[in-house]
């Protein structure tokens, strides 16, 4: 498809081969100039393009990768049914001002199946870690084969998979890469929905019922606010999922914002987050909040 260096609308490169692309960042480096990266699988929304923006704030050169990557789905048909829109993709990255979009083939990030294991103890063992086995394995392997080729200053990603933003800095700084792993906030559809790219698979009516996830969340924060215990905010939201009927709920936690541990009764001296994955249809949707509005939780 593209070769070398391919311009798209005068600014931005596209590289599909690792070793130009590492060449080609070599020299920014040697510039002394710095390198934010959004690693994404595609599908964009306001909520990636809101990640774009922060590491172009806080660098020289942005550069964002798309690659649906096939270790991390444990479902085969959630893999074929990824939504792909990379033309569309194209346009808004370059829109935004990113410099350098890596697209790579499976065999460029795969080359040979790979054997190397993670373990990342407690932060697995809950949430999504618990639902989808060899997830977080399959997001490492890639997340680290793209921090090696890149060699980011910077990486974002958003708050909406939290769990996956922290197993990512954990192994970040477990492996000395020189990146500093950045959260940022889930960007919402007016109606609460948190932006996925996941969205685009729901049906018109689906689409309309999708916000309850964001609602359950404001619910259930509400209700911990009102001095009701976390047992009894528990049985709420379920009795408000097996209500609504429509929504089929995977699991509803409330755990402790950094190690993601569950907690038995509110404290507001730890950060505590409200997470939710529930499936829509065919569609799984996950989402989350803080209980408490205060910044710099991370
Ligand atoms: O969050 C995602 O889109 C993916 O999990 C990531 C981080 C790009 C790895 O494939």
């Given at each position: 498809?593209?070769?070398?260096?391919?311009?798209?609308?005068?600014?931005?490169?596209i590289?599909?081969?690792?070793?130009?692309?590492?060449?080609?960042?070599?020299?920014?480096?040697?510039?002394?100039?710095?390198?934010?990266?959004?690693?994404?699988?595609?599908?964009?929304?306001?909520?990636?393009?809101?990640?774009?923006?922060?590491?172009?704030?806080n660098?020289?050169?942005?550069?964002?990768s798309?690659?649906?990557?096939?270790?991390?789905?444990?479902?085969?048909?959630?893999?074929?049914?990824?939504?792909?829109?990379?033309?569309?993709?194209?346009?808004?990255?370059a829109?935004?001002?990113c410099?350098?979009?890596?697209?790579p083939?499976?065999k460029?990030?795969?080359?040979?199946?790979?054997?190397?294991?993670?373990?990342?103890?407690n932060?697995?063992?809950t949430?999504?870690?618990?639902?989808?086995?060899?997830?977080?394995?399959?997001?490492?392997?890639?997340?680290?084969?793209?921090?090696?080729?890149?060699?980011?200053?910077q990486?974002?990603?958003?708050?909406?998979?939290?769990?996956?933003?922290?197993i990512?800095?954990?192994f970040?700084?477990?492996?000395?890469?020189?990146?500093?792993?950045?959260?940022?906030p889930?960007?919402?559809?007016?109606d609460?929905?948190?932006?996925?790219s996941?969205?685009?698979?729901?049906?018109?009516?689906?689409?309309?019922?999708?916000?309850?996830?964001?609602e359950?969340?404001?619910?259930?924060?509400?209700?911990?606010?009102?001095?009701?215990?976390?047992?009894?905010?528990?049985?709420?939201?379920?009795?408000?999922?097996?209500?609504?009927k429509?929504?089929?709920?995977?699991?509803?936690?409330?755990?402790?914002?950094?190690?993601?541990?569950?907690?038995?009764?509110?404290?507001?001296?730890?950060?505590?987050?409200?997470?939710?994955?529930?499936?829509?249809?065919?569609?799984?949707?996950?989402?989350?909040?803080?209980?408490?509005n205060?910044?710099?939780?991370?």
């Amino acid at each position: 498809m593209c070769s070398f260096g391919t311009q798209l609308k005068k600014t931005m490169l596209i590289f599909e081969n690792t070793a130009e692309l590492q060449k080609y960042l070599k020299s920014e480096r040697h510039q002394q100039r710095s390198i934010g990266f959004v690693p994404t699988m595609g599908a964009l929304h306001q909520g990636h393009l809101s990640l774009i923006e922060k590491a172009k704030e806080n660098n020289d050169i942005v550069v964002c990768s798309i690659f649906v990557n096939p270790t991390q789905f444990n479902n085969t048909q959630d893999l074929a049914k990824y939504p792909r829109t990379i033309s569309q993709d194209q346009e808004l990255l370059a829109k935004q001002g990113c410099d350098v979009l890596f697209l790579p083939e499976k065999k460029t990030m795969y080359p040979n199946p790979t054997t190397t294991t993670f373990s990342f103890g407690n932060l697995e063992n809950t949430m999504e870690g618990a639902h989808r086995a060899g997830h977080f394995n399959g997001v490492a392997l890639i997340v680290s084969k793209l921090f090696h080729l890149v060699q980011p200053n910077q990486a974002y990603f958003g708050q909406k998979d939290l769990q996956q933003y922290l197993i990512i800095r954990q192994f970040s700084q477990d492996l000395f890469f020189n990146t500093e792993v950045i959260c940022c906030p889930i960007v919402r559809e007016k109606d609460g929905l948190a932006m996925s790219s996941r969205n685009l698979r729901l049906t018109p009516s689906e689409r309309t019922i999708a916000p309850k996830i964001h609602e359950a969340l404001q619910l259930a924060k509400q209700s911990l606010l009102a001095g009701k215990s976390v047992h009894n905010t528990k049985n709420t939201i379920q009795n408000f999922f097996t209500d609504l009927k429509v929504l089929d709920l995977e699991y509803f936690e409330i755990v402790k914002s950094i190690t993601l541990e569950p907690i038995d009764y509110v404290d507001d001296s730890f950060q505590i987050s409200l997470c939710i994955a529930a499936f829509l249809g065919e569609v799984r949707l996950i989402d989350n909040v803080f209980l408490y509005n205060h910044k710099g939780v991370f």
